[in-house]
């Protein structure tokens, strides 16, 4: 069961489900990080730090890439 509600067009569901699977091993293989913000009207929201979902709302888009900048 996915984390996050799903986007209401199944192709890009998928897509996304699979860019996230995608990013999660690069990232493992490669210690790279990454944001992933999508934002669509009416409502959709969909955001994911190093390949895994975010689904907490009380965090902001800020604070999700504030995670991964260079200190």
Known sequence: MNPYP???DKEVNS?????VDALCEWE???DNQSVL?????PGFVFRAING???VDSLLSD???????KPH
Request: cysteine-free; charged content about 20%; aromatic content about 0%.
């Open 6 to 8: 799903g986007h209401p």
């Open 15 to 19: 897509a996304l489900i699979r860019l």
């Open 28 to 30: 493992r293989n490669t």
């Open 37 to 41: 913000i999508l934002r669509q009207n």
């Open 52 to 54: 895994k979902p975010v």
């Open 62 to 68: 800020q604070a999700l890439v504030d995670v991964i």
